[in-house]
Each structure stands twice: as structure tokens, then as C-alpha cells.
């Protein structure tokens, strides 16, 4: 799938089918208001900003405002821009150690508190554990960061697939 409106059509089929027997399935309620992919919103970010992200960044943000998928496995998350464009306001790192992975835009988290980023560099997405998160830096001691994707495309591949078999088999699945 490489086209972000098929990727969002997709992803809201997958939301309507868990919610049709979810309070069966898991024994409490689907949260309707916690699990939907919002329509793109007129940006209060500033040109400036924007001209910096990764140009399919620019391209998922002029499509899809925000997901959230707290009802799947341990939830997933993919910031609204107007997040991404102050992340010193949400701790999100914009470098990460080691060196590989470099300067980061900092997009998506899990319900665990790991995040995902893309490299400004190269493109590629990465997954955070948690970890110290300081001056826009973060380290973790125990676990590295682990490239999930080669691009945005293959992370929103990934993420449906994550989705998709948990419908199936409510199971949660790593990205």
C-alpha cells in the first residue's frame, strides 16, 4: 500500500471491525473517542517549520491529522504536526544516541511509552524504548533503539499488518 488515503481508509475498516464485537471479545468497552484516524486539520504550524520535516511526513500530515489506536494491543499513537513542531513541550527526543541514529523527528508512541522516529538523515524509522529524554536527547541504558522500517511507507505497512492481526486474533503484534 503506498498511498496514504488507501493506508487511512484501511485503518478505519480495521477500527469499525474490532469495535463491532470488542466489549464480547475483551469483556469491557470499546473507547470510541480513543481509537480513530482524524481528518488533516489547517496547520498552526508555522511554513518554517514545515519546510523542515521529511517530505513523507509533509505528505501523511496533508492527509491524516492524528491516529490513535488505544484499543489495539498496547495502543498506538501518531502525533498530530501541531506536536511534533514543539517537542521540547512533550519531551520528545529530536537526537538519539547511539550516533546511527542521529538527529530524529520524533512522530508516533506505543501505550508502553516507547516512541517512534524518523531519522532526518536517512528516512528510516526507528523504535525508542523508554529512556532518558534530556535537552531533546535521549539515551537508554538498557535496550537500543531498533530500526523497524526503511521509510514511512514501510512503518504504515507494518502498522496496518500490527492492526489487522489483532482484529483477527486479538493478539497483540509488535510493528
Known amino acids: 500500500m503506498d498511498d496514504i488515503a488507501g493506508w487511512k481508509a484501511a485503518v478505519r475498516r480495521e477500527i469499525a471491525a474490532l469495535s463491532a464485537d470488542f466489549e464480547q471479545r475483551f469483556g469491557y468497552p470499546f473507547d470510541e473517542g480513543g481509537n480513530?484516524?482524524?481528518?488533516?486539520?489547517?496547520?498552526?504550524?508555522d511554513a518554517e517549520f514545515s519546510a523542515t520535516l521529511p517530505s513523507s511526513l509533509r505528505d501523511f500530515y496533508a492527509e491524516i491529522g492524528e491516529v490513535c489506536l488505544i484499543d489495539f494491543g498496547n495502543g498506538y499513537r501518531i502525533y498530530p504536526v501541531t506536536r511534533i513542531a514543539v517537542p521540547g513541550d512533550w519531551a520528545l527526543p529530536t537526537l538519539v544516541r547511539p550516533a546511527e541514529v542521529g538527529h530524529v523527528v520524533t512522530f508516533g508512541s506505543t501505550g508502553g511509552g516507547q516512541q517512534y522516529s524518523m531519522a532526518r538523515e536517512t528516512g528510516q524509522i526507528f523504535y525508542l524504548p523508554p529512556g532518558l529524554v534530556e535537552d531533546g536527547i535521549h539515551s537508554s541504558s538498557f535496550e537500543q533503539p531498533r530500526l523497524v522500517a526503511?521509510?514511512?511507507?514501510?512503518?504504515?505497512?507494518?502498522?496496518?499488518?500490527?492492526?489487522?492481526?489483532?482484529?483477527?486474533?486479538?493478539?497483540p503484534v509488535d510493528v
Open 36 to 45: 480513530y484516524v482524524a481528518e488533516p486539520e489547517p496547520s498552526t504550524v
Open 150 to 171: 526503511s521509510d514511512l511507507q514501510g512503518f504504515l505497512r507494518r502498522l496496518l499488518v500490527a492492526v489487522r492481526a489483532f482484529v483477527a486474533t486479538g493478539d
